[in-house]
Structure formats: C-alpha cells, structure tokens
C-alpha cells in the first residue's frame, strides 16, 4: 500500500516552455502533498507543502508564479514549471502524506531543459 | 541554516559488518526522525522512524537511535548486505508542520 506515482520520470523542454509533472496517490487519498527538489549529490530541498483544495504554501525563496502548484483532489497534485531556464533542471520529487508524519514518496521526474 | 546534518558524504563497509550512519539536528522542535533510502533516479524510500518519546527503535536489522540530549540520532544495519549500498538520509519533522527537513545524505557502499 501507499503507493505514490508521478509523471512523466524524465522530461526533456526546451527553455521558455513549460512543463506539468503529476503525482498521484495510487491507493490512498492523500491529505497534503509535498514537492521536493534534489539537485545532484545534494539533499532534498522542500519546495511548498500542498493541501488538497487549498493553495500550496511555499517555502522561502520558491518562486510561486514559476512553480505553480495545483492539488485539485485528494489523490493529485501537479507541478508545473514556466517559463522553464537551464538552471531549472533538477529532480523532483512528490511525497503524499496520510496523517501524522510519514511521507510516501513518488519515483521523481528528471527535468533537463536545454 | 542546515538543521539536518549529516556530515559523512560516505561510508564503507564490509559486507556482515555493522553500518552506523549518523545524523545531527538543531531545532528543538524536531519530535519525530525518519531513515530514507535513496538510489539514483529514484524516490526515498522509507525505511524506519523513531517518536522524541522513544530512545530506539528497532525493525529487523535496521536500528535507529535518538539521543535528544545531544541532539543525534543514527542507524544501524546488522548485518550490512551488498543491497544495502545506496543513498541515506535522516529526516526529521515537527508534529505542528509536518514538514520533512532533510540532511545532505551519506552513500554506502557494502563490499562483498
């Protein structure tokens, strides 16, 4: 149980387009959803926390108008990056949390913009 | 500010030897810690947690450790196996944000 997916796993953009990337909870419905951004050899960095119906609240220094952030059920939430740059190249992470402070986490989306 | 450190990039082992990966934290306000395991590409996936209320915890041959007064927490694998070689990392949250703060990760590496 407490699958989580996300979609597409690589992404390859050109810049100044945008790109959408799912994560879905496959067998449980999910109170609040999380993004993360890894960069190489680095850890996880949390990007905003979102509940579903409510808008996502970002972590400083997370520009909102470029990663919009919408969870419009309890079993989806997407990220989409616009207007997407070289330096927005990175690997993201969704996790979905039930209650309480165990997160699951989806496979990730290798976002590489040229 | 980092207030999840792991200050090990690495560690090697031999393989049916102990691993001990170590984690540091700042906050006070951290009450509950989690172990991820990490592969390249890959999500975390989580591998065994521990309350602020709890000293130990312990699910087959993984062990964690909180030591609140020292603010240090770590994990055992006993004993290491080849498939164990991965990414770790610690993370810690606070039951009034639920988020999850993460430390930089150490890689281990069991040696056959």
């Known amino acids: 149980g407490a699958v989580v997916s996300q979609h597409p796993s690589w992404v390859i953009c050109k810049s100044g387009t945008s790109v959408k990337i799912e994560c879905r909870s496959l067998?449980?419905?999910?109170?609040?959803m999380f993004w993360y951004r890894q960069f190489p050899k680095q850890s996880l960095m949390l990007m905003a926390t979102?509940?579903?119906?409510?808008?996502?609240?970002?972590e400083q220094g997370v520009e909102k108008d470029k990663f919009l952030i919408n969870h419009a059920s309890l079993t989806l939430s997407t990220l989409t990056v616009t207007s997407a740059h070289p330096e927005d190249s990175s690997f993201y992470i969704c996790?979905?949390?039930?209650?309480?402070?165990?997160?699951?986490f989806g496979p990730g989306t290798r976002l590489t913009v040229t | 500010d980092q207030q999840v450190k792991q200050n090990s990039p690495s560690l090697s082992v031999q393989e049916g030897r102990i691993s001990i990966l170590n984690c540091d934290y700042t906050n006070s306000m951290f009450d509950y810690f989690l172990w991820y395991k990490k592969y390249p590409a890959e999500g975390p996936t989580f591998l065994i947690s521990?309350?602020?209320?709890?000293d130990k915890n312990e699910d087959g041959r993984f062990t964690v450790f909180l030591n609140k007064s020292a603010k240090h927490l770590s994990l055992h694998i006993v004993p290491s196996q080849p498939g164990d070689s991965a990414v770790y990392f610690c993370?810690?949250?606070?039951?009034?944000?639920?988020?999850?703060?993460f430390g930089q990760g150490t890689t281990l590496q069991v040696k056959p």
């Open positions: 521990i309350s602020s209320i709890k």
């Open positions: 993370a810690a949250t606070s039951s009034n944000t639920g988020k999850l703060i």
């Open positions: 996790s979905a949390s039930i209650q309480g402070n165990e997160q699951y």
């Open positions: 979102s509940n579903e119906g409510s808008k996502a609240t970002y």
């Open positions: 067998d449980f419905q999910a109170t609040t």
